[in-house]
Structures are given as C-alpha cells and as structure tokens.
C-alpha cells in the first residue's frame, strides 16, 4: 500500500465547522491539517468535527498531530467531536485517552453534526 | 577456430576395375596435416560462402590456413560442411599422373563431401558424448572419494558434556567443498572444538582437509594457547599445501567448568555468540592456514554464561543465493540469531530460513555447516525489556516468511501490508491483525528513522515465525542509532501535560506499539536492533 497523501475540506453546519479529513495522517499531514483547522476557526464555530470516514491510516505522528489541533482547540475554547473513526482506531484513541478530550460521536447524532441527514 | 577433427588428407589413386577381387594398393602418400584454423581466417569464410571443391591455386589473399596447405602440397580442397559449420576437409596433392582434376574427378569429390559431412559430424558427436561421459564418470568417482573422505574424518558422535548443549550439522555441496569441524576431548574435561574452510573443492580439498585435521589433533596434543596451535599449524601445512589453497579455520578451546572459552581465528567466518541482550560477532584476527609462514594468530577469550549460545558456520550459508541472485548475508544470519533464543531447535531454524530464502530447487553452491555450543540455562532465561527483567519461556520457532525494505519514509506501510498478507492463515482475528499492523508500522518507522537514520541502502529486515501458541515478528536495522528513540519511552504519556504545552506532542511510538502486541522486546547488538513483537493465538489456533 502507498501512502496517501492527505486532502482536507473545511464547511460550516449550523454552529460546528466540519473538516472531512481524506488519506493517511502521517507526518506529512501536518501542513494540511493545521490550514484547515484554521480555516476552521475562522468560521468561529462552537464546535469542530473531524470526519475521519475516509482516513485509512493513522500514525504516532498522526496522533501527535491531533493532540496538537486538540491543544490549539483548548486555546480557543472550541470542542472537538470526532466520527468516521473505524473500530480499530477508536480503540487507539481510547488507549491514548485522546477519546477522553474530543467526543467520539456516530450514527444519527454524527450524521446531524455533519448535516447529512 | 580449431577444427573439431584431425583433417583427412588423401591422394587418390585411381585403380582399374576388376573382375576379381584384387587386393587394393595403398596410396603413394598419405599424410594428416594437423593446425588450427582461426575463425577470423578468410578461407573459413570463403568455405562458407563457396561450397564444394576449392582449387587453392585460384586463391590469392591473405590466410594463414591457406599458406599452410599451399605449403604441403595441397593443389584441392573439398571441405565438409554440417549446418554451416565446418566439420573437415579433404585435401588432395597433385595427381600421380600430374594431369589436372577433371570435371568429373570435381563433382566425385563434391558428391563424396556432400554425404561425407554428415556422417563425419555425427561421429565427431558420438566422440564428444564417450569423451563427457567418460569425464562425467570421473568426476562422479572423484566426487565419491572426497565424499567418503570427508564423512570418514567427521565427527561421528557429539560430545555430551554436563550443562553443555552441542549439535553439528554438515550438508555437503554436489560438488564436495572442503568444510570440516572436529571435537577434541582432554582428560581434564576441556573441549577443542575447531571448524574450518579449505578453499577448492573436491578431493584435492578433502585431502588438504584430511591432513589439515591431523596437524590440529596432533598440536593440540602439546600445545594449550589456540593461537600457539594455529601457529603451528600453519607452519607445517605451508610447505606442502598446493598453490592457491589454503585453509580458514578456528580453534576454540572451552572449559566446561568455567565456561571460559579461549579462541583464536585463521580468517574463518566469525561466529555468533547469543546473549540476553544481543548478538555479537566472536573476533579474533590471523591469516588463513597455509598462506604465508611464521603467523601469529590473536588469541581472545570470553566466559560463556547459562543461556549463552555461539553458533559456528561456513560460508556456505551466508553466500547462499536466491533465485534473484541475492546473498543470504551475514546481516540476515546474524539478524536470525536475535530471532531465536538459541535453545533446542537453532539449527533447523536456520536450515528452514535458508530454504525459504533460496526457494525450492536450489542447487548447493558449497557445503554449508553448522555448529552449535550452549551454555544450558538453568530453567528459563530472561530477557531484558526496556529495563524490565522478564522471564521468557524457552520456546522453539518456525519461520513464517521475511523480507527487507529500504529505509524511506512511507515503507512502513508496505511493511504492515505485507506482515498482515504472511500472517494470513495462522488464525488471528481481525482485531489482531489490525493491531499488529500499527505495532509493525510504528516499528518499523522507528527502524528507519532512529536505527538507519533514513540512509536508504541501510535495509528494515522483517521476519516472521510462530511457536505452538505466538506469531513474532522481528524488526531489524543495521544503523548506529537507537532504534527507539533517546527519549520515547513505552510508559503512558502525560497527555494533560502535552494538551498544557508542557511536553512535546510527540513520543507515542513505542507507547503504542507496546498496547498493541500482547509483549515486545528490544535487542541492542553492534551496529544493529531488534524489536520482537509477540502476539498471543487463539486457544484454538495454537498447535
């Protein structure tokens, strides 16, 4: 498998800033993660919600680079929300306890944050 | 080219026809004119493009073949010609009547060159088979004594010492290389144990093995110091060993009580020594036996613990080939050892990783052996794990596959698809392989990143074995660096302290690659580190 460089879309939902995340976090997500998380609070939403549906793989850099979008969130006292996840990640983020500071949300309640419904 | 026959040359004489039988005069001159026709040679080529009866006098250019004929008479030439090739030549001098050739002496000749050819060229066949078979059966001969030779002089029984393992291993090549090891017991419980390497093959190497054995039993009769032994040894073999042959070879001599083991070296492949906490290379310099005279050879020793295991080996197997034509390597070899603890079974797991390696079919370039000296361990032996002292069961260990990548960023992820397709039918669940893929990930990107520093010709060797009830999985780089970094450790990160800006986010690597796999070990050599990830089967996927 070749490593899939990140792409990132920003949209506004009622008062969340979705960012749909699609490729591998990885060190070389960095750049695009941090843009369009700031492009995110340009938006001044409440909440962000990283949609992870179409990230396949998620590494220590990766994780590294979503404590740091966690961090920065803390600064602006906006929640992270996250959904998409697959089982094997969520269990990452559980172990990491990143799950203990951005909600793992899915089903009906993450297809409205998400305004898919 | 040099013609493939001795050429005919005849004069023909014609003789009347007769009634009765009539007893047939030989020729006035029969000579065979025996040179080399090189294949640059005008007339070959002239031959070829103008077949049937040549008449030299109408040929004026530049040929040595030519000149030489010219020079003994030959007025005409038919040449045999096969497929293009040609097999003969009939060569005639002036007739005994001094008239010219006629027409018809011409297409006589012609017609005799066309159905003469080939049946030369089939004779010239059958020749070249008697000659291959006979070379054949020669050799086949030469390849039984060498054989008998060497089974004769090997060890027939493995010494069992009290606390000690020993087991040998020896595969000879079809081609009969010159390995060899021997055992010598002393009264006072040491061992000699000595391997070796004659270059060449076959009996000529079985002879100087044979005789390389006896001057090594008989200085070890007088002589202590392994250096002092190789000394001699070296002197007495020089004058007599053939040009351009000479002998490697190690003399180890083992104190069974003490585990000391003092050796010394004559340019044989350095053996292995197993420890808790890595593998390293047994050194000692000195020339090959049998080169120069009057060699010193370094004499070194080490103490042999519970649990220490040396494996000595000829090069049969570290330049064993695959059919990429890829060495099997001292890298992989060495890298084997950190897989298996070094207990019962190290052999075989050897042999079964050379025969993954090369592949079925292959064909023994040399003789490969292999020997194994033990230091029992007590019960178990232990391991250290990031500074934590862990009893590991001793356990026995199949290969599953291997394979090495270049030290780029992104291989990672080949590596975790590759170890998840190897691992395919040995029973994990879905779960588990996706957690020993990020484990493998994560390991293998510190292997690239802190072990090879991102040299790209420094490769990641991956290799997979199983026991009765765990899949391993050994990540190995051949870098200066640590492998797992000089901060990161596999304690829980201060997450509260990284979100506060206090600690770096980073530093998640071994974290995770340790919640991943049910046990990890790091192995620290020279110039090389292992990580083993271990991962429990299912009860009922165990064997």
Not at chain 1, 17 to 41: H, K, P, R, Y
Not at chain 1, 56 to 77: C, D, F, M, P, W
Not at chain 1, 93 to 107: A, H, N, P, Q, W
Not at chain 2, 311 to 339: C, I, T, V, W, Y
Request: hydrophobic letters at 40%; charged letters at 25%; glycine letters at 6%.
């Amino acid at each position: 498998m070749i490593s899939k460089p990140l792409e990132t879309n920003v949209r506004a939902h009622e008062k969340s800033a979705v960012i749909n995340l699609i490729g591998d976090i990885n060190a070389s997500a960095d750049e695009e993660m941090n843009a369009a998380f700031s492009q995110a609070l340009v938006l001044n939403p409440e909440s962000v919600v990283l949609n992870f549906t179409e990230v396949e793989y998620i590494n220590s850099t990766g994780i590294a680079l979503i404590v740091g979008l966690l961090a920065t969130a803390r600064q602006h006292k906006v929640d992270i929300l996250t959904f998409g996840l697959s089982d094997h990640y969520r269990e990452i983020f559980e172990i990491t306890r990143l799950s203990d500071f951005m909600k793992i949300v899915e089903g009906d309640q993450a297809a409205q944050l998400v305004g898919t419904t | 080219m040099t013609t493939q026959q001795p050429f005919w040359n005849r004069i023909f004489k014609r003789k009347p026809i007769a009634a009765e039988p009539v007893q047939v005069e030989p020729a006035t001159k029969v000579d065979q004119l025996d040179f080399e026709m090189a294949p640059s040679d005008p007339l070959l080529a002239y031959f070829r493009e103008r077949p049937g009866v040549v008449e030299l006098d109408s040929l004026v250019f530049d040929s040595p073949a030519l000149q030489i004929l010219k020079d003994a008479g030959t007025v005409i030439v038919v040449p045999l010609m096969s497929q293009g090739e040609l097999v003969g030549m009939v060569n005639l001098g002036q007739r005994l009547s001094e008239q010219e050739y006629s027409v018809d002496d011409k297409k006589l000749l012609s017609d005799l060159a066309t159905h003469a050819a080939p049946a030369v060229r089939v004779a010239q066949l059958v020749q070249q088979q008697r000659e291959e078979a006979v070379e054949r059966n020669r050799i086949e001969q030469e390849l039984k004594v060498a054989r008998l030779i060497q089974q004769t002089l090997l060890p027939k029984e493995i010494p069992v010492i009290s606390g000690w393992e020993l087991s040998a291993y020896y595969q000879p090549a079809r081609e009969v290389g010159g390995d060899f090891y021997d055992f010598l017991e002393f009264p006072d419980g040491r061992l000699a144990l000595v391997i070796g390497d004659v270059t060449d093959k076959g009996v000529p190497a079985a002879l100087v093995m044979s005789t390389t054995r006896t001057l090594i039993r008989t200085a070890a009769e007088t002589l202590v110091e392994p250096g002092k032994v190789l000394e001699q040894v070296n002197n007495k073999l020089y004058p007599d060993i053939p040009a351009r042959m000479f002998v490697t070879c190690m003399y180890c001599l083992l104190d069974s009580k003490s585990g000391r083991l003092q050796y010394a070296n004559a340019g044989h492949d350095l053996p292995y020594l197993r420890t808790d906490t890595g593998v390293e290379e047994l050194r000692a310099t000195g020339m090959p036996l049998g080169l120069m005279p009057d060699m010193g050879y370094e004499e070194k020793e080490i103490i042999l613990k519970a649990g220490h295991t040396v494996l000595f080996h000829s090069d049969g197997l570290a330049e064993a080939h695959n059919p990429q034509r890829e060495m099997f390597g001292f890298p992989r070899l060495k890298a084997s050892m950190f897989e298996h603890s070094g207990g019962a079974g190290l052999i075989d797991f050897f042999l079964e990783k050379l025969a993954q390696f090369t592949g079925p079919g292959w064909e023994q370039e040399d003789d490969v052996t292999l020997v194994k000296l033990r230091r029992t361990p007590i019960a178990n032996h232990t391991n250290r794990i990031n500074g934590t002292e862990t009893m590991i069961p001793n356990q026995q260990w199949t290969p599953i596959g291997e394979f090495n990548l270049p030290s780029q960023p992104g291989n990672e992820r080949q590596a975790m698809d590759r170890v998840a397709q190897l691992v395919t039918d040995a029973g994990l669940s879905v779960r588990q392989i996706d957690k020993l893929k990020t484990a493998v990930a994560e390991a293998t990107m510190n292997a690239m990143e802190h072990g090879n520093r991102f040299v790209a010709d420094r490769p990641v060797l991956i290799a997979m074995t199983r026991s009765a009830d765990q899949i391993k999985v050994s990540i190995t780089d051949f870098g200066e660096g640590s492998q797992t970094g000089s901060k990161e450790t596999a304690e829980s990160p201060d997450l509260e302290a990284k979100l506060a800006g206090e600690q770096t986010p980073r530093g998640w690597g071994l974290f995770l690659i340790k919640n991943m796999v049910d046990d990890m070990q790091v192995l620290e050599g020279n110039n090389m580190h292992t990580i083993e990830l271990l991962i429990n089967l299912e009860t009922e996927f165990k064997l």
